[in-house]
Every structure is written in C-alpha cells, then in structure tokens.
Nanobody
Framework: QVQPVESGGGLVQAGGSLSLACAAS????????MGWFRQAPGKEREFVSA????????YYADSVKGRFTISRDNAKDTVYLQINSLKPEDTAVYYC?????????????????WGQGTQVTVSS
C-alpha cells in the first residue's frame, strides 16, 4: 500500500507560481512512478504530469508544457510539481498519483493509488 498526501495548494493571481508537494508513505518510494492529475469543476480528470522512479523520464500534458516542472526526492519520499505562469484555466483540484501503469512516452497513466487532492485557484 502507498498513501500519497498532497500539500501546497492555494489561491494565487494569474501569472504567479505555486509549488505542490506529495509525500508518499508505505512501500519503498523509489520503486514506482508518481504523477499528478487535475480536475476542474464540470470537467473530467486530466493527466498532467508523471515522473519515473529514476527521474529520467517525465511527461507533461500539452496544456502545461513549459510552465509545469515535476521532480522527485527519493530520500524524502516526495514528488513536487512546480507551477509557473499560472492561468485561470489551471484552477482545479490537483491529485497526486502513485504506482500503477505508466510507460515512458505514454500520454496516459493508470495509477494504483490516489491522494485526496489539493485545491489550486487562480484569480484573473
């Protein structure tokens, strides 16, 4: 079992930055993929970013490329999502995901474990 716990959400003005963190407990952290999804009101959950256990493979949705950066610190069992140049359309609940099915280069990811989510609200 792996339990991801997100932190770092909040209210920020458009153009600003935010850093999300996800601390994972349970099975040894370095051995699985981690990722982020988001869900805006009235929309389906969107796969935003993922990072392999070694950190040498990352994925970003087209909507966030160039603005979001995913990273992980295996010593702290934590994955991060740095969000820059925030836009109102980035407003959503951001979910951390762990383990499951993901292959480097894929644009889809089927997590085995989910966090509870953290709200990010961008004001215009």
């Amino acid at each position: 079992q792996v339990q991801p716990v997100e932190s770092g959400g909040g209210l920020v003005q458009a153009g600003g930055s935010l850093s999300l963190a996800c601390a994972a407990s349970g099975r040894t952290f370095p051995n699985y993929v981690m990722g982020w999804f988001r869900q805006a009101p009235g929309k389906e959950r969107e796969f935003v970013s993922a990072i392999s256990w070694s950190g040498d493979c990352t994925y970003y949705a087209d909507s966030v490329k160039g603005r979001f950066t995913i990273s992980r610190d295996n010593a702290k069992d934590t994955v991060y999502l740095q969000i820059n140049s925030l836009k109102p359309e980035d407003t959503a609940v951001y979910y951390c995901a762990a383990d499951g099915e993901y292959y480097c280069g894929d644009s889809y990811y089927y997590p085995a474990y989910w966090g509870q989510g953290t709200q990010v609200t961008v004001s215009s």
